[in-house]
């Protein structure tokens, strides 16, 4: 066979293999509401769940102004025989386009790891207008788990 033939099957498969790799990334899903009446939906509050997800792992995004909510439910982790209590780093975001996000804290959920009905809840009050996420940070104080949470809760009004 031709070295050219060789070479440039040797790309297309390396290609296929990096594309299929993508498909291991950890998966959330989420049911939205969206404003009446508007163009485009707007996602305003919304429901999901995190399965095997790691550090640096970025939600969906909401429009929101002043105030949002992230609940989480059920939480675990691929700690197999914890030596401590279990945690993880939420830390809410705004993305901003053609800029550095804005950070604007982070909470650490523990009480939704001590059994599959417990809550953490984080509230962020004065926030910018515009469209969020929440990133996960630190699972566990390391980079080596993933977390799973049965039910996450974006909530955009204060009057909950």
Not at 8 to 33: M, T
Request: proline letters at 4%.
């Amino acid at each position: 066979m031709n070295g050219q033939v060789i070479k440039a099957r040797v790309a297309v498969v390396a290609e296929i293999v990096a594309i299929g790799s993508l498909g291991g990334i950890p998966s959330a899903s989420a049911v939205s509401a969206a404003r009446v009446g508007e163009g485009e939906p707007t996602v305003l509050n919304w429901s999901s769940y995190l399965d095997s997800v790691g550090p640096g792992f970025q939600s969906r995004r909401w429009e929101d102004v002043d105030y949002s909510e992230v609940r989480f439910t059920g939480c675990s982790t691929s700690w197999l025989y914890p030596a401590f209590p279990e945690s993880a780093e939420v830390e809410l975001r705004q993305d901003r386009s053609l800029q550095p996000d804005r950070s604007w804290g982070t909470k650490t959920a523990s009480n939704c790891f001590e059994s599959g009905g417990s809550v953490s809840a984080g509230e962020w009050t004065g926030l910018a207008s515009g469209n969020h996420f929440f990133q996960i940070g630190l699972i566990n104080g390391s980079y080596d788990y993933t977390l799973s949470v049965d039910s996450v809760v974006v909530d955009t009004t204060h009057a909950d």
